[in-house]
Structures are given as structure tokens and as C-alpha cells.
């Protein structure tokens, strides 16, 4: 009974007469807060029926050890639970936050399958890292013996971001190049805030770099140095650059001023997020505040602009989707946030053309219904001709996703091998593209994917990598 957190509300709540000090009042909120959370993160884990067929573990792609720290959780050995958990992830707090939980291991917990509603594994996954951090649990990078020899990662996304934390521990000297300012890749400009709040990734950074992984920001491989020059200056190289082309709208009007890229105006408003000077944020170009929005697009990128226009207070924010609820490819759970926030969406339908001289006016659209499957079995919207329509509209976001940048004309790097869609052809039992020694992973070899597939193959890549590195100082002993 004493540890019972609603009687230690009802005692501090009775001192406060007493307590008129504002630091000892904060205090006190952030130890219930902190005891609440606690308390959740035990009762979700006592709930795990530890079933003996973790298909929780099976589907999460790092094969997290999800019963085992869930029981640790309930038994209140919170420390244990988060080595348990970092042995197998480089970002746990990170996916608890962000994973599409709903399709990966809470969809598949038996309890879900029971219809008792699935464990909330993200969620105590999120608060066992959480609770490391805050208690300095969370160990320093710390280099293995010195090997002499150098790796290149491009691009500092979770992929790379991973591959370089495993390889710095293998004790390589780690140098990583990205054509941004901050490290982060899409953790840091793509995924707003109010899911990912910077602060956190900003201390993985941190920590890497005070492990000695060396940062080359603003540095964008193709301008500032060929492949062939990473090649020549590292042993190896990694490319976790991700994939920033966003897929087109044909149709007239879309150069119009106000119809804009999803990810221009997400990074806008991330970067003020940090307090940086965004021109074209602040001249309304990039603002929703007070607008007619428009989103156009399905996925989880387009959930995350109609979400980031509620937040900036746009007078109205529509999502234009041209399949069917049941068929779009984002999070369900990420609809009804949106939803619940007042975001309407406008199902089976299709812009035709944007409005407007000096700025967008408006959307017309048509309507669409689903024909016959396609060859990857969804059903193909096709127009319902007639059902022309129009929406008002004075900022128009595209997301429709993203593919490949042509990296083999971007490096210098003709040989090196890509797929029909553009992303990196690599072998896959070794993880290396068609150059010796350049390997691959994340978005860039699977296409826009997630951020716990792109720690799973930075993960596989660092081991690969090492395993070439070791053959190949071999090979140089035996020559010498
Ligand atoms: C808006 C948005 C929201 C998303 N939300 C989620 C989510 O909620 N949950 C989830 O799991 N996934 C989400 N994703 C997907 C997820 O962010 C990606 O799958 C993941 O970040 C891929 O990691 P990566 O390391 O392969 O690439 P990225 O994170 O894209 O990082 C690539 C890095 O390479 C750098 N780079 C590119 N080209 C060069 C070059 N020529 N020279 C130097 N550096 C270069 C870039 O600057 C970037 O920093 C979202 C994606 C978007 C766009
Ligand atoms: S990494 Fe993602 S899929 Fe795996 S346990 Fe964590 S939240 Fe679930």
C-alpha cells in the first residue's frame, strides 16, 4: 500500500498549503509523473504471458529480446531490463517511440490475438531507455584496441549511425560524412518533434562523437569529394544515404507558388524546432498557421504533415488519398491520431490540376474507385470520370513518397551497381555493392522503409565490414 502512487499524490497534494516554493512543486509533479510511469511500465510487463512463442520477437526485425526485459520490467529491475534491450539495439528509446508498433510487435502478441489488447511493448521500451539515460546507466562508446584502419560511412542516418557505433567499438577510426548540418538523417529533419523530440537524438549523437566517431557535417559526397577519393583515403565505406527524390504530380498548376514538397516543409519546421532562421518559414511560404491545407498522399509521411499543420494552427487540413482507407499504406494508428486531431480525409480521390496565378487557390480533384488488382495484387484506382471536384486551398504539401537519387551519376561512381528502381544493388549474403569494399543498407538498398530496418541493417552491415576488414589486413600482412 505505501508504494501505491495515488497515496503519495493524496500526501503531497495535502503539504502543498504548506509548500508554496515552485522548484519543490515541480518536484513533486515530476516524482508522481516519474512513479505513474513506472507503474505503467510495470503493470503493461506483468501483463506479458511470457507465451514460450515470442512472435513479438519474431517480428520485430531486431529480434529484440521482448519477454525477457518485459519480465526484468515487471519485477522492477529496470537496469537489467535496459542491458538486456541495448544488447540488441543501438536506439531502443528511439523505436519505442517511432515503430509502427501495430505491424510489427504488438501486432503480434498473443494477447493481441486473444483480443485483450496487446502489451505495450513500445512504450516500455521507450521508458526503460528513458530511465537509463536519466539514471546514467547508458554506457560511453568505447573503442576496442586501435586496428589501423579507417572506415568511411556516408550519410548519418540510423543506419549509418549504427554501423559507425559498432565499428568505433571494434576499434576502427570512424569517420562519417553527411551533406546536412546536424547527423540524424530523417531522424532529425524528416520525423517531427512532437514524435521524436530532438533532445533525443542529439545525446545518441553526442555520444557517439565523444566516443571518438569523427563528424564531417555540410559535407556532401559528389561536391566535396568523388567515391574514388572516400575509396583511396578509407578501407572501407559504408553508404546509408537514404533515398530524397520525391515521386512527381503531373498535372497543371503543381509548380504553382504553395504547392510544396513534404519534406521541405517538414525540415522547416523541424529546423525551427531548433531555433534555427528558416526564411522561408517565417515569410509563410513553409507555414501553416492560418491556412487552407491540402496534403496529397497515403503514407506515413503524409500523416506526419497533416499532423505538423494542425500543430502550426491552419484554419482547416484535408488529406487527399486516392485509395481507400482499408488500402492506404499508412499507419492506421497514425489515421486516427490524425482524425481525432480534426484532420479530414478525403478518400478515392486524385488531384487533376491546382489553381491560382500569384499562389494556389485551390485543388480540383476527381474521384477515383479501385479496379481490378495489379500485379502487386492491390486493387489500381482508376478515375470515375464525371465526378470532377473541387477544394479550396492556399498551401498544397506532396507526399507521395520518395525514391532513389541517382547515386551512381551523383558520386563519380558509374560501376556501381543499382536496381530498376534505383536503390543499391548489393550482394546479400555479404552486404557489399558491385565496388570492393563499399557496402550498403537502410533506405538506400530497400527503398523507403523504417527506421528499425535501417539499425537491423547497419547492424548486419558493421559485422560484415568487420569480417572484410580483418581478410583484408590479413591479406596486406601476408603481402608485406
Ligand atoms: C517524414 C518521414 C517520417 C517518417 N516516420 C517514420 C516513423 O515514424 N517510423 C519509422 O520507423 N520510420 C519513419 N520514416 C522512415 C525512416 O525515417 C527511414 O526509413 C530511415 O530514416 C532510413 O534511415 P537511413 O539511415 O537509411 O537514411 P536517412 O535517415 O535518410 O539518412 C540518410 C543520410 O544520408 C545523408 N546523405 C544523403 N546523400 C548524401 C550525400 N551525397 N553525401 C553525404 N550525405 C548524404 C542525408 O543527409 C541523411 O542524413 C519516416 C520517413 C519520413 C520521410
Ligand atoms: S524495435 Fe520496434 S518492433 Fe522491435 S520491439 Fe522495439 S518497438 Fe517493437
Redesign the pocket.
Known sequence: MADNPMLKFVDLAQAYPAKRDAEARAEDFREIADRYALQAAEDQSARCSQCGVPYCSVHCPLHNHIPDWLRLTAEGRLREAYELSNATSTMPEI?G????QDRLCEGNCVIEFSGHGAVTIGSVEKFITDTAWEKGWVEPVVAGPARGQLVGV?????????AAELLRVRGYEVHV????DR??????????GF??EKPVVMRRIERLREGGVVFHQD??????ASMDELRRRHDAIFI?????KPRAIKAPGVGTRGVVD??DY?TASNRKGFGDAVPAFDDGSLNAEGKTVVVIGGG??AM??VRTAVRQGAASVRCLYRRDRANMPG?QR?VANAEEEGVEFVWLSAPEAFDGTEGVTGVRATRMRLGSPDASGRRAPEPDPGSEFRLDADLVVK?LG?DA?D?PK??GAADLGVTRWGTLRVDHKTMMTSLDGVFA??????G???????IR??RDVAEHMHRYLKAKAASERLAA
Open positions: 523505436c517511440r517511432i515503430c509502427p556516408i550519410g548519418a542516418g540510423p543506419a549509418g549511425l549504427t560524412y553527411d551533406r546536412y547527423a540524424g538523417g530523417l531522424l532529425t529533419y524528416g520525423i517531427p514524435k521524436l559535407f556532401e559526397v559528389g561536391r566535396d546509408g544515404t537514404g533515398v530524397y513534404a519534406l517538414l506515413d509521411t506526419d504533415c499507419s497514425e507526399a520518395f537519387e547515386l551523383l558520386f543498407g537502410g533506405d538506400i538498398v530497400r523507403a522503409s523504417l527506421v528499425v530496418w535501417a541493417d547497419g
